[in-house]
């Protein structure tokens, strides 16, 4: 972090919610999502869906 330009603190407090909150916060932030994906329910499906509702491109590299 010391040689970051900058630094943001999403949440005060570790967990599920904190994670959803930074995704949030980066698609938010963002003009296109590339994401790995595996297909599977979770955290990054949840912030591609996001991004598609924001109206954010998406591109998805999906593994196996």
């Known amino acids: ?10 949440s005060k407090t570790p967990g599920r919610k904190a994670f959803f909150e930074r995704n949030h916060w980066m698609v938010d932030r963002s003009s296109m999502l590339i994401a790995v ?3 599977a329910s979770g955290g990054t499906k949840e912030t591609i869906d996001y991004a598609k509702k ?4 998406v591109r998805e590299i999906t593994i196996k």
């Open 37 to 39: 994906f595996t297909g």
């Open 1 to 10: 972090m010391t040689n970051a330009d900058e630094v943001h603190y999403i």
């Open 54 to 57: 924001k109206g954010i491109e």
